[in-house]
């Protein structure tokens, strides 16, 4: 049995090189051309996540770390094993299922909010504290539309990212200056350490950064679920049946004369009164249709009469016209004339 515990301990990978491993994941994450959706990426991922709890499990049965001991009194090339809940909360930012985003934000959140912990435990840069899902619940309930915060805390919010984008630049181009030196190993342990501290206060900035979206994408997908919710509780009171009308009576005497017997208790809904007068032509709008179609058709007609009353009376000019001409005929040509057959 004993033999058999020192082969699996003897398989696992040492601390330090699944760290680099880890590290090398994560740059080859974040500096990918790729989108972080393809299948290289959250291979990647899933790959350093697995290494990371590895490396956690690890880093609690060495027992490296301790609250009660100062920052001084921690070996300097163990100080950058303090990143590994940071490397796990970017790690599980990366992931990209949609049905568990929400799981997956508040899971990168507990990572963020651990090493932040233990970073002003060790006193390793001055920060505040976020606050904690509780916290910053109750802050979310009370920033509602009804509340407006105030100009001086927005204020002091902006100044507060722009100091740390600056240090965050400023800390970057210190490691960028110390790296090649630190990554061959010809670094003393004073710049090694000054190395791993500032990889630390970067990763503070990342950290905060990180959860103040991380609190907002939150905020968005709980508001996102809840309209979804009472957007379907509405359709679904809407999809039932109507409710007959109904008369309340205060007593006997009122039930047997506005009972269902009573010839005035309505039968119909609004709704079904207006269909049945639309299918037979009783609308108002409809009867304002109907009489001006009769008006435009007895205009019509009134035209049509008048045209050939005209006509009429242009055909009885030219008859009165042929009689005069036939009379003054007959004045000028007496009876018979031209008629030689007759003649004695």
């Known amino acids: 049995m004993a033999s058999e515990t020192k082969e699996d301990c003897s398989l696992l990978p040492r601390l330090p090189d699944l760290f680099e491993t880890v590290q090398q994941l994560l740059d080859e994450v974040e500096e990918a051309a790729e989108p972080t959706t393809s299948r290289i990426i959250q291979a990647k991922v899933l790959k350093g996540l697995e290494l990371l709890n590895t490396a956690a499990g690890m880093l609690s049965q060495l027992d490296l770390f301790s609250k009660n001991e100062d920052l001084e009194e921690i070996a300097s090339t163990d100080l950058k094993y303090l990143m590994v809940p940071a490397f796990q909360g970017a790690l599980t930012m990366k992931q990209v299922n949609p049905s568990k985003r929400l799981d997956h934000l508040q899971c ?16 390793v840069a001055e920060f505040e504290l976020p606050q ?15 509340a407006y915060p105030s100009l001086l805390l927005m204020a002091s919010q902006r100044q507060a990212k ?8 400023e800390v970057e181009h210190r490691l960028s200056a110390m790296r090649s030196a630190v990554e061959s190993g010809l670094a003393d342990d004073e ?20 959860i103040e979206s991380i609190d907002q994408e939150i905020k968005i997908l709980r508001d996102k679920d809840s309209f979804e919710e009472a957007s379907t509780s509405h359709s679904s009171l809407q999809d039932k049946p ?4 109904f ?12 009972g269902a017997g009573y010839p005035s208790l309505a039968s119909l809904t609004v709704s079904e009164w207006y269909d049945q007068h639309q299918k037979f032509g009783a609308l108002p709008d409809q009867e304002k249709a109907k009489t001006a179609a009769e008006v435009k058709i007895a205009a019509q007609e009134k035209e049509d009469q008048e045209e050939k009353g005209d ?3 242009e055909y009885d000019e030219q008859t009165l016209h042929q009689a005069q ?14 008629n030689r057959q007759n003649m004695g």
């Not at 990168?108 to 006193?123: D, I, K, P, V």
């Not at 090694?192 to 900035?205: H, P, S």
């Open 108 to 123: 990168a959140r507990e990572h963020f909010f651990n090493y932040l912990t233990q970073c002003q435990c060790y006193h």
């Open 242 to 245: 109507p409710v007959k009308p």
């Open 325 to 338: 001409q036939r009379d003054d005929w007959k004045d000028t040509h007496p009876r018979g004339y031209g």
């Open 247 to 258: 008369i309340l009576a205060r007593n006997v005497a009122q039930a047997k004369v506005f």
């Open 311 to 313: 006509k009429e009376d």
């Open 132 to 146: 904690t899902k509780n916290n910053s619940a109750e802050n979310s309930t009370a920033s509602s539309p009804t």
């Open 191 to 210: 710049h090694v350490r000054e190395y791993y501290l500032l990889q630390l206060r970067r990763w503070v900035c990342i950290s905060l950064e990180e």
């Open 162 to 169: 722009i100091e740390r984008y600056k240090q965050r630049k």
